[in-house]
């Protein structure tokens, strides 16, 4: 029988892709490690050990050829975007559990790569900031603001061994999207809270240059046409729209929109998280509309409810609505009038 | 005390009397199920379900008598869809049933004495001839239910597979060297 | 006005009626296999839903009173057997399919914990009729949002390689938690 | 060349490799010894043989006609004798042997009388009827009969009549080869064609990968005084697709399972206009088209190849294969399919033949699973999810494949083109509309069963009724005898003659009810007459037997 012989020169195949989102993580990894310190990369060795070993473990068991399938990249990319979204100098066993949920609940469990309904990377952030909220919210210090910047071995030391050496305070700081909800819970006026040198230019110190980074990442998958326009631009939009109106609604209790965009995962999630094809809606109406619920649940999430960013649960909740999305976004059909299927 | 029963049965008389409106006013009079049941069943009209054909089948299932998997013929996929309509989970063919290739009846000619037994067997007159006369099979018209083998006196009678070829030659499940699919 | 939909919104999407008080499971896992029918199931479920929790608010006021409120378990589920017995009728007649589909959930509306739980917790909260009707229709509304976007999820569900132990109910069960997980980002949303 | 063009969705951009046999001129064929011309050469019905072993033929002469509405005739390929009618090797996916009628060449290639039709003067129904029984069908690939697309319908006009001369397929170039050297032929039949469908204006569409045969035709065009617009199209993989040619030239697109007729739009292929041509100005039946024969062998090339030829002669005709060939194409890359035996003839269908190599077409890389990113969705000319296809095809959900319109998938292959997971699409697809089909046959079975054997009931219900009937009134009859008494000589008269009478009625019902030979079509009665004389026969040579051993 005939395969269709003529597809051996896609421009990117799979694995591939993986690899290319990978190298579009590189700068923001870089700004990090020059703001924050070297913690990060910690994190990130460790997750993609964990999530690699659980992939290895999951295909052994369901007797799946190991080569192959670990060489498609895709626990790697797990792994990085679970590690940036978590706390820098967690403890060890946090992104054990994280990497547990994310390859083998969220990812194995419904079949593997591409049969996934949820991000696993974000299953793993909720289930981890639903049950460990308190070292779920101690992150890095920016360098200039900290009192001490951990080396390497140091990181090393506070992933493993615990806080015995350091006091948490002198390298810890809420960070700004948390800070904000307190300082206003408590009452002090918005202007007041924005200017603490916490915040940075916008979105916070550190913060806005990873961001931005993230930003100029998924500007080269957009010019490598890895990723399409729709989901990233949506995102952003509904979220600078949405806190544009919730300022104006009430200037003293809401940040802008720039804040909103700079701070927290929102770059992140807009050009590495939500485009993920897998979990996303993927009709050109569906994931404009997917994002679009995105980015407005993430600013709601963020002003009104209890936890610090809203990002990793507006693009879970996104996840579940995708497939009915997409069930009633079918794209009309060559010589027909459309319709849903 | 007296208020509380005097509440409830007032409150059971309304509402009785809107359910006896209601059950006359929505009254169904037939059963469309059965047409649909009996729409997805092969026809064969074999009787392997023991039920005396595929309509008797299909009532017993409307009305929850007879399990889905009992048409060897309809095989998996028949269950399946009868699943589908019923909004049940598909299950494996009952015990002692299993799917056949299509195949059709042939009468050798050379043994056939003309007793017009396996006419008065067929259930959908797909054997012609008459007393004396050698009988014929209409292939196109045969199901394939065997119900014309264990009449026939002289066993002239068999079963032939039907072969596939170029017009009635199916694409196949494209296969996958690495990637296990999941078995059917 | 506001409070009105704040009431609305926070019945459906923050309190959500199987998402957070985690009630109505049964029919939404049985039927939720197909995208039509739990579309159905919804319908109906609002149908009642909204009917008992102002049925219910009425009975509440105006006919037990402070006095009879130990009735109102019992002249609850007498209320919602009856509306939802006249549903069953009117779909037989109506869809017969849909009626076959929904085969024993349908009567089981009746005792779905939700539609008893809503009209008891709206008496409870001691919201007015208009708060009762939207209540009762807050929660049919959520109720059917999940519905409908779990039978969207299984769906897809239905063709994906899911290792063997976990097919079927058990990867729906575990669909529902990570929905549940999803839907806890909304928490303090609305007090 | 003023024509605004609308660009399609979708679409890719396969490697050429059209310089490889586009270069060299149509080459034809040497006489064979063997010709095998397969019955069935597209959808519709096969055509009916009407020769016979031993027969001797003449070229041209017509050997199959046409068997219903979609059917045309076959016809001798050459002169010689009729070997017979035989199962074997055919261009099929399915590598399934199929009937051929094989012909033996008396090496003298004499061939019938031919007869110019007169197509001017003809009632439009008769020459179209002439056009079925000379053969003509489509060469673009679908090999529908062209009679059937030649008829202007209802509406008694079809405004645009586009000649498809894209030739979109990679490595293919019969199309280019015959519009550069046969251009005025191609523009002749496309003005009988024109006419029979009172066309107001003819629009050629070539891919711009192209410009010398859109030189050729414009000369001819200006020659024959024919207006005719040549259109330059972008190359773009399907462009040479009926729906997709026609929507880039005219911007309409042919309704969903419909025909680009409803549009007011008839798509011919530029092959199939030259065999018009031959038809109507020589009376030549399609006994030959242009194949061309590419890949990995001596010499690529066109020829102009007798229907029947094997594809091992054509192969061995262009420099044969060279070393290390990995296996045939029929058709192109795209859309074709591997071809198992090389003894198979070619048919009306066969455009190209490939020999493969893997440096040319190395072997597909295993299949990653599915991440639904769209690229398959984005290069889709007929604007579908192919991946939401794959995802119930693969799960065997055929009711939801449909539900995203699997039989509007053009089965082009751009999806599986572009996949990253390198996933064989176009397979899944073609699979489950088969099964589609097979499951609709099926239902078509069961509900004719269902009839036959509700028909079954009513007839046994009915002989049933009959007889408890005839005994109600004997017994009636009885009692009143009993009543009467038995005295009454006219009353016992009366009753020996009914009695008589039902008993004559009994034993004619006996005789008639196990019968069941009524309104039988002839060719079964045929059968029943056959078998019976065989019988007959073994009968009696049985007895001769007999008496001989006595």
């Known amino acids: 029988m005939t395969g269709s012989p003529y597809n051996l020169h896609v421009r990117y195949a799979t694995p591939q892709i993986m690899r290319q989102l990978m190298l579009a993580l590189l700068p923001a990894i870089g700004a990090h490690v020059w703001l924050f310190g070297p913690g990060i990369l910690v994190g990130l060795l460790l997750c993609s050990l964990f999530a690699v070993g659980f992939e290895t473990l999951v295909l052994l068991m369901r007797g799946q050829p190991l080569g192959f399938y670990l060489r498609d990249n895709t626990a790697l990319v797990t792994a990085w975007l679970l590690a940036l979204s978590m706390p820098t100098l967690a403890p060890w066993w946090l992104y054990l559990l994280g990497a547990f949920f994310a390859i083998v609940v969220a990812k194995h469990l419904y079949g593997g790569l591409g049969q996934n309904l949820f991000n696993p990377a974000m299953v793993a952030y909720a289930v981890l900031i639903v049950s460990f909220p308190i070292q779920m919210t101690q992150w890095a210090a920016p360098a200039q603001l900290a009192a001490h910047v951990p080396s390497l071995a140091e990181a090393f030391d506070l992933v493993f061994a615990g806080q015995g050496a350091l006091s948490p305070d002198a390298y810890t700081s809420a960070t700004p999207l948390d800070h904000l909800k307190t300082q206003l819970r408590t009452g002090t006026p918005m202007p007041k809270v924005m200017g603490q040198p916490l915040y940075g230019q916008v979105g916070g110190s550190g913060g806005e240059v990873v961001a931005l980074m993230f930003l100029l990442g998924g500007a080269y998958l957009l010019g490598r046409r890895l990723i399409t326009w729709h989901i990233p631009v949506a995102f952003l939009a509904a979220v600078a729209v949405t806190a544009s109106l919730l300022q104006w609604h009430d200037p003293a209790q809401h940040a802008g929109a720039l804040f909103h965009l700079a701070s927290g995962g929102a770059m992140l999630g807009a050009f590495f998280i939500a485009t993920d094809p897998v979990t996303a809606a993927s009709t050109p109406k569906g994931k404009l509309l997917y994002a679009a619920g995105a980015g407005c649940l993430t600013v709601i999430i963020r002003a009104f409810g209890n936890f610090p960013d809203g990002v990793a649960f507006a693009i879970l909740l996104m996840n579940i609505a995708a497939p009915l999305i997409d069930v009633y976004t079918q794209p009309r059909v060559f010589g027909t009038g459309g319709g849903k299927p | 005390m007296l208020t509380a029963i005097l509440v409830m049965a007032l409150g059971g008389l309304l509402l009785g009397g809107v359910l006896g409106w209601a059950s006359v006013r929505y009254r169904v009079e037939d059963d469309p199920l059965v047409e649909k049941i009996d729409a997805i069943l092969p026809q064969t009209q074999c009787g392997q379900c023991g039920f005396p054909g595929c309509k008797p089948y299909a009532e017993a299932i409307s009305k929850g008598e007879a399990d889905i998997n009992r048409c060897p013929p309809g095989g998996e996929d028949g269950v399946k869809r009868l699943a589908e309509l019923l909004g049940v989970d598909p299950k494996p063919l009952g015990e002692g049933l299993e799917h056949k290739p299509k195949s059709v009846a042939v009468i050798d000619e050379n043994l056939c004495i003309g007793c017009t037994l396996c006419i008065q067997a067929c259930p959908v007159d797909a054997i012609v001839g008459a007393a004396k006369q050698m009988h014929v099979i209409v292939a196109d018209q045969c199901t394939g239910c065997e119900l014309c083998l264990s009449p026939c006196p002289v066993e002239c009678i068999h079963m032939e597979v039907v072969h596939e070829d170029v017009a009635t030659w199916k694409w196949r499940y494209p296969v996958y060297t690495l990637h296990p699919t999941r078995p059917h | ?191 | ?550």
């Not at chain 4, 207006?227 to 993989?237: C, G, I, K, N």
């Not at chain 4, 269908?349 to 190599?357: D, L, R």
Request: proline share 6%; charged share 20%; with cysteine.
């Open chain 3, 1 to 191: 006005m506001q409070d009105y939909l704040l009431l609305l919104i926070g019945t459906v999407f923050v309190n959500n009626i199987v998402m957070s008080k985690i009630l109505g499971l049964c029919p939404f896992m049985g039927v939720s296999r197909k995208l039509e029918t739990s579309l159905g199931l919804g319908a109906a479920t609002a149908f009642v839903l909204t009917l008992a929790s102002g049925a219910s608010h009425i009975i509440d006021t105006y006919l037990l009173g402070p006095d009879l409120s130990y009735l109102r378990t019992l002249s609850f589920i007498v209320t919602i057997a009856a509306i939802v017995g006249f549903t069953e009728m009117f779909i037989k007649k109506t869809s017969p399919v849909l009626f076959r589909v929904l085969g024993i959930y349908l009567p089981l509306i009746t005792t779905n914990c939700a539609v008893l739980g809503i009209p008891l917790l709206t008496v409870q909260e001691g919201h007015n009729f208009v708060e009762s009707l939207l209540f009762g229709l807050g929660g049919a509304l959520g109720f059917t949002l999940v519905l409908i976007l779990f039978a969207a999820m299984r769906e897809r569900l239905e063709a994906a390689d899911v290792p063997l132990p976990f097919r079927g109910t058990s990867i729906a069960m575990i669909t529902a938690g990570l929905m549940s997980l999803a839907f806890m980002g909304f928490s303090g949303l609305i007090k």
């Open chain 4, 1 to 550: 060349m003023t024509r605004p063009l609308y660009r399609f969705h979708g679409g890719v951009h396969p490697a050429e490799h059209k310089a490889e046999s586009s270069g060299r001129p149509i080459a034809t064929m040497p006489l064979l010894p063997r010709y095998a011309v397969p019955l069935r050469q597209h959808i519709g019905n096969p055509a009916l043989p009407i020769v016979k072993a031993g027969d001797r033929v003449l070229k041209g002469q017509a050997i199959g006609q046409a068997d219903g509405y979609v059917s045309t005739a076959i016809h001798a390929p050459t002169s010689g004798t009729v070997l017979g009618i035989e199962a074997q090797a055919v261009p099929h996916p399915s590598g399934l042997p199929d009937l051929c009628i094989v012909i033996e060449s008396d090496g003298e290639d004499r061939a019938v009388d031919y007869q110019p039709l007169d197509w001017q003067h003809l009632d439009p129904s008769a020459l179209r009827n002439r056009i079925r029984d000379l053969g003509l069908a489509g060469l673009g690939g679908a090999v529908f009969p062209s009679y059937i697309k030649l008829n202007p319908g209802a509406a008694q006009k079809i405004p645009t009549l586009i000649l498809n001369g894209a030739e979109c397929e990679p490595w293919i170039t019969c199309d280019d080869r015959l519009m550069r050297e046969r251009a005025e032929g191609i523009l002749r039949g496309a003005a009988a064609m024109q006419a029979m469908l009172h066309a107001d204006e003819i629009i050629v569409g070539i891919e711009d990968n192209k410009p010398e045969a859109a030189a050729a035709l414009q000369a001819a065009a200006q020659q024959l005084g024919l207006a005719v617009e040549v259109a330059l199209a972008p190359t773009l993989y399907p462009s040479g697709g009926g729906k997709q040619l026609t929507y880039l030239l005219t911007g309409k697109e042919t309704p969903a399972g419909g025909l680009s007729t409803d549009i007011g739009v008839q798509v011919f292929n530029i092959g199939t206009a030259y065999s018009l041509y031959r038809a109507i100005e020589f009376g030549e039946p399609m006994i030959s088209r242009i194949v061309t024969v590419t890949g990995h062998v001596g010499q690529p090339q066109n020829f102009e190849v007798r229907i029947g030829t094997p594809v091992a002669d054509l192969i061995r005709q262009a420099g044969g294969e060279l070393a290390g060939a990995s296996g045939r194409l029929i058709g192109g890359p795209m859309m074709g399919f591997d071809l198992r035996n090389d003894a198979a003839p070619t048919t009306k269908a066969v455009n190209c033949v490939i020999v493969k190599s893997p440096a040319l077409f190395p072997a597909a890389p295993p299949a990653m699973p599915c991440i639904r990113c769209g690229e398959c969705a984005r290069a889709c000319p007929a604007l579908l999810q192919p991946f939401e296809l794959y995802w119930y095809a693969r799960a065997r959900d055929f009711g939801k494949a449909q539900g995203y319109r699997l039989f509007d998938c053009i089965e082009c292959g751009c999806c599986s083109h572009v996949c990253p997971s390198h996933i064989p699409l176009v397979d899944f697809f073609r699979f489950a509309k088969d099964e589609v089909w097979a499951r609709e046959r099926e239902k078509e079975a069961s509900e004719q069963a269902r009839r036959r054997h509700e028909f079954h009931q009513f007839r046994l219900e009915r002989e049933k009724q009959e007889k408890a009937d005839k005994l109600a009134a004997k017994a009636v009859d009885r009692l009143k005898t009993v009543e009467t008494g038995a005295a009454d000589p006219e009353a016992e008269r009366k009753k020996a003659i009914l009695q008589a009478a039902i008993e004559r009625a009994q034993k004619a019902k006996a005789d008639i009810t196990p019968k069941n030979v009524e309104g039988l079509p002839p060719e079964i009665e045929q059968e029943i007459a056959d078998i019976d004389a065989r019988r007959a026969k073994l009968r009696e040579t049985a007895h001769a037997k007999d008496e001989d051993s006595e």
